[in-house]
């Protein structure tokens, strides 16, 4: 899967989101950003594990006036770690939109245990 492609993926995922989701993630800015490969911060800090996603920021939920934005609030996704897992291009795009759906949820404020409780 090409870069593109892997973006047209993401895309799909964010056409599942409901509406008033997609408006609240348009409004705020937030974008979905795909990414060749995990960065070493993040790499570092997740040592050992295969990382799909990130969602970097303050949740949703928690945001205040106070609050001071050093890096823009983002989610990135890793095309490279989806590879390495994945053969299959339907599993792979399957695997895509949950990571995407997942990496939501945690800026509208779910903790991860909350977020595989529903299946994600």
């Not at 823009?72 to 990571?99: D, G, H, V, W």
Request: net charge negative.
């Amino acid at each position: 899967m090409n870069l593109e492609e892997f973006e047209e993926t993401i895309a799909k995922a964010l056409d599942r989101i409901p509406e008033e989701f997609r408006e609240i993630l348009e409004r705020e800015n937030i974008r979905v950003l795909a990414r060749e490969d995990v960065p070493e911060p993040f790499r570092r800090r997740h040592k050992g594990r295969l990382l799909f996603g990130v969602f970097v920021g303050v949740p949703y939920n928690r945001r205040s006036v106070f609050d001071l934005h050093l890096e823009p609030t983002r989610i990135e996704i890793y095309k490279r770690s989806f590879e390495l897992a994945f053969r299959n291009r339907s599993e792979m795009e399957e695997q895509i939109i949950t990571t995407v759906i997942h990496e939501i949820g945690h800026y509208f404020g779910f903790s991860e245990s909350e977020l595989r409780r529903r299946g994600l």
